[in-house]
């Protein structure tokens, strides 16, 4: 089946239509594609401060495990900018194929708790339990509440309540 979504994604890449195949639940009206997005622009002070820190180094100062950050920061920021091509169809077949493939190859659950600090985790954690005694209903109307008032976009640990 993975064989012929993909055949599917390469045959819609080469039309360069609008039409997007997106790997993963559509929770409500939030759209796998959009999560990746905003995980991947995502930036804490912490990673923007260590990430500073590791650019203000010599590569032979670095680490094998520094190295492999840098790597993951850089590879985030172009897949952040391939998802925005991707989110307007204005991408070519080899860009929809990279977004397709990092859709279907990576983990948006990972990705997200890779971007939370120790302290935005905790925080989502407490969240978690608070809306977790919320019922199906009331919790429908606070994200909804959320979305509307675009909180959603400042509190990123939020959508991670659908994945936990």
């Known amino acids: 089946m993975a ?37 991947l622009s995502y930036e804490s002070e912490y990673e923007k401060n260590k990430m500073e820190h590791l650019n203000s180094k010599k590569i032979s100062e670095l680490s094998y495990e520094e190295l492999i950050e840098i790597c993951r920061y850089r590879k985030n920021k172009i897949m952040a900018e391939l998802f925005q091509k991707y ?54 109307i606070k994200i909804k509440e959320e979305h509307k008032e675009k909180n959603m976009n400042n509190y990123p640990w939020l959508i991670l309540t659908y994945y936990i």
Request: hydrophobic share 35%; net charge positive; proline share 2%.
């Open 3 to 39: 064989n012929f979504n993909r055949m599917m994604a390469k045959e819609l890449a080469k039309t360069g239509s609008n039409v997007k195949i997106i790997h993963g639940p559509v929770i409500d009206n939030i759209k796998p594609d959009i999560e990746w997005l905003k995980w």
């Open 87 to 140: 989110r307007t169809g204005k991408c070519s077949e080899a860009e929809y194929l990279k977004v397709y493939d990092f859709m279907c190859n990576e983990s948006l659950e990972e990705l997200m708790l890779s971007k939370l600090t120790k302290e935005e985790l905790h925080y989502a954690k407490q969240e978690i339990a608070r809306l977790s005694k919320l019922s199906k209903e009331q919790l429908s």
